[in-house]
């Protein structure tokens, strides 16, 4: 039997594949999810953990225009000088800050890192935040009482958003709606712990969706691990971790090989907080992609010559926003309500 603690030791220092450790080895935030669906957010949910070791952790704002416009811009830019107030709510570098109030309900973000994309936004949570289960980790690692690494998402998917970008065709209003996913992959970057993601965001005037996706490596089993939720104006409806994601129509990407989705389906199974059965659904042609990623070009050197010696890795992401407009349809014990909305979808492949 391969001796799998001096295996990890050896992959964490040489940055090579992981052992095969099996489903065993991952503690899914589904199992919280039995026992407690979902629990609202407070503030702390929002401090940074800004580990020392070797990590990922990203606060992405989905933003959705009253306009519909979707600005053609790619823009991604190292930061310098970082650093966090002392209690790790607010973000800060050279040129660019991400500040929470006081009240823990509201981001200001301002950025002039690149010229050719100016921000100056208030992001204003209007429904209640939510993380899967108790508190939303998904953990990684043999000893299930030290773990070696953490996945864990904190969303606000119902917000407020006013301001602008100012890019080099001018200046966009992105007064509308906006989404928050703030995201921990608290392991080495090489050692993955999804080799597949799929995501929707999902705004309508009333309602707001999203669901999250992803898919171990071979080293924890393949598993997957599906969460999101759905919320009605102020109230959530339903949010936990049966969930389900089908592409069912795909195509092949002859650059790399990756099955990249056409048409996808988008579910959700779950109660109200009174223990009434809730189903919903999206389904639809993805359309033309907005853009194809190749992350290897966006990260900075020292990652790439790390992740780039693991052998299988070829990391994409296919962004959609379907020009034709898709409809939740949502079922609540047996009273059925659809309505039209903007989605912004992703599918990552990793390895």
């Known amino acids: 039997m391969a001796n ?8 964490n220092v040489a940055g090579t594949q992981e052992p095969i450790y ?15 669906p979902y629990t609202e957010t407070t503030k702390r949910f ?14 992405t704002f989905y933003l959705t225009a009253d306009s519909n416009k979707i600005p053609t811009l790619w823009s991604s830019n190292p930061l310098d000088n970082i650093g966090f107030d002392d209690e790790h709510y607010s973000f800060y570098a050279d040129g660019c800050a991400v500040e929470l109030n006081d009240a823990g309900d509201e981001y200001t973000i301002k950025s002039a890192v690149n010229e050719a ?15 899967v ?15 070696w690494g953490t996945m864990r998402h904190v969303f606000w998917i119902r917000c407020e958003t006013t301001g602008t970008i100012v890019t080099k065709d001018g200046e966009i209003d992105f007064t509308g709606r906006a989404m928050l996913s703030h995201a921990l992959q608290g392991m080495k970057p090489h050692h993955a712990e999804a080799a597949k993601w799929d995501f929707i965001n999902f705004q309508s005037p009333s309602y707001s969706a999203t669901l999250m996706k992803f898919i171990t490596p071979p080293s924890y089993g393949t598993s997957i691990v599906s969460i999101g939720g759905i919320i009605k104006d102020s109230e959530i409806i339903t949010a936990g971790a049966d969930t389900k994601v089908t592409h069912t129509r795909i195509k092949h990407d002859e650059q790399n090989d990756w099955p990249e989705p056409e048409a996808v389906k988008w579910e959700w199974f779950g109660k109200t907080k009174d223990g009434k059965n809730v189903t919903a659904k999206i389904e639809g042609d993805l359309g033309q992609r907005l853009e194809k990623v190749d ?3 966006e990260v900075p050197g020292f990652i790439k010559s790390i992740v780039g010696g693991v052998v299988g890795t070829k990391p994409y992401i296919y962004q959609y926003s379907p020009q034709t407009r898709l ?12 309505e ?3 989605v912004y979808a992703e599918t990552t492949f990793i390895s």
């Not at 799998?4 to 992959?11: E, I, N």
């Not at 929002?46 to 606060?59: D, R």
């Open 4 to 11: 799998l603690p001096a295996l990890c030791r050896v992959a």
């Open 22 to 36: 099996g489903p065993s080895a991952l503690q899914s935030v589904a199992e919280q999810a039995k026992t407690t």
């Open 46 to 59: 929002q401090q940074w953990e800004a580990m020392e070791s070797t990590n990922v952790e990203t606060q």
């Open 117 to 131: 994309s100016i921000v100056n936004l208030k992001i204003k949570r209007v429904a209640p935040g939510f993380v």
């Open 133 to 147: 289960g108790e508190n939303g980790n998904s953990h990684f690692g043999t000893d299930h009482e030290n773990p």
């Open 295 to 297: 992350i290897m070009a």
């Open 327 to 338: 409809k939740l349809i949502i079922d609540i014990d047996g009273q059925e309500t659809q």
């Open 340 to 342: 039209e909305g903007t």
